[in-house]
Nanobody, 122 residues
Framework: QVQLVESGGGLVQAGGSLRLSCAAS????????MGWYRQAPGKQRELVAA???????NYADSVKGRFTISRDNAKKSGYLQMNSLKPEDTAVYYC????????????????WGQGTQVTVSS
């Protein structure tokens, strides 16, 4: 019922920038926390950044000062601006959202996007 679609991934040289977008659609009453995760080959999925509905953010230490997470509640969308990219940022990036599907009765769903590949060449 709820879908998240990521876009904006691609191939970039080290030091470059990319902006990822995540658009939510379907039956949505509101969206709580939105987050970006990434998974590199042979590694576990890790949290990159998250933002609450009120705009509070947190970041993995490895991306602090380089990545910025934001959201547009009216558009039901989230964004990840990635600057000063490094080869170690190469991974599939996934959008995650805690979605309130219905307020009455209360129904909540944690939803994942399909992922978008980010490749940073040295």
């Amino acid at each position: 019922q709820v879908q998240l679609v990521e876009s904006g991934g691609g191939l970039v040289q080290a030091g470059g920038s990319l902006r990822l977008s995540c658009a939510a659609s379907g039956r949505i009453f509101s969206i709580n926390t939105m987050g970006w995760y990434r998974q590199a080959p042979g590694k576990q999925r890790e949290l990159v950044a998250a933002i609450t509905s009120g705009g509070s953010t947190n970041y993995a230490d490895s991306v602090k000062g380089r990545f910025t997470i934001s959201r547009d509640n009216a558009k039901k969308s989230g964004y990840l601006q990635m600057n000063s990219l490094k080869p170690e940022d190469t991974a599939v990036y996934y959008c995650n959202a805690g979605v309130v599907v219905s307020n009455t009765p209360y129904a909540f769903a944690t939803t994942w996007g399909q992922g978008t590949q980010v490749t940073v060449s040295s």
